[in-house]
């Protein structure tokens, strides 16, 4: 429960420093994934699955999704249990931050917080 925690409040502050300078720091994600690393070890092929759908994403968009939310996808997949539960977050991720970008155009926007609220909807809500 207390690794779990501590991740959450990595994730958060991951979150809130990509939306304040557009950057995810190493540190911080060592931070967020050692104990998610701990507690989820046995869901690292759906880890590995999620990094390399945002790695063919960064490789098709030409390097516009950022390296930080690249290592970041690898982080966020440990707590899924199940393809299912990935999929759906990478569906509720993708929609939250298309809705978003519609009232954002042309800027660029900062991924991190819906790729960490994608996962923890589908984490939620799909058992």
């Not at 999620?50 to 490789?59: A, E, G, P, T, V």
């Not at 690249?70 to 298309?98: D, E, H, N, R, Y």
Request: net charge positive.
């Amino acid at each position: 429960m207390i690794l779990e925690i501590l991740s959450i409040f990595s994730l958060t502050k991951i979150a809130w420093h990509d939306i304040r300078t557009q950057k995810i720091r190493n540190s911080d994600l060592i931070a967020a994934g050692f104990p998610l690393v701990l507690l989820y070890w046995g869901n690292w092929l759906i880890s590995f699955l999620n990094f390399i759908i945002y790695l063919s994403l960064y490789i098709l968009s030409m390097r516009k999704l950022g390296a930080g939310d690249l290592k970041l996808s690898i982080i966020c997949a440990l707590p899924l249990s199940s393809v299912f539960q990935l999929m759906q977050a990478v569906a509720t991720t993708w929609f939250i931050g298309g809705v978003f970008a519609l009232f954002k155009p042309r800027t660029s926007i900062a991924f991190a917080p819906f790729m960490i609220l994608g996962t923890y909807l589908a984490k939620f809500s799909i058992p």
